[in-house]
């Protein structure tokens, strides 16, 4: 996971819509139709799925971009800790 891809995708104005069938792509072996930052797959499905929580969470709490993305964050480590 790249912080700064994930930055990239969110301030480059995508929706949630895009995001969405862009994961679905990803999942079924296809190129999406954005460009999403990436190694591979795996790390592209990373960052389509982080940046669609952190639109999603800006857009429910009204909070800042990097706000959100350090509230991503901490959900993955609380999950991996």
């Given at each position: 996971m790249n912080i700064a891809s994930i930055r990239t995708i969110v301030e480059s104005g995508v929706d949630v819509?895009?995001?969405?069938r862009a994961e679905e792509a990803i999942l079924e072996g296809l190129?999406?139709?954005i460009v999403i930052?990436?190694?591979?797959?795996?790390?592209q499905?990373?960052?389509?799925?982080?940046?669609r929580w952190v639109l999603e969470h800006r857009g429910d709490t009204g909070c800042d971009?990097?706000?959100a993305i350090r509230e991503y964050t901490k959900?993955?480590?609380?999950?991996?800790?």
């Open positions: 819509e895009a995001l969405l190129s999406p139709e930052p990436g190694e591979d797959e795996g790390e499905l990373t960052h389509v799925i982080a940046a971009t990097m706000t959900r993955v480590r609380a999950s991996i800790g």
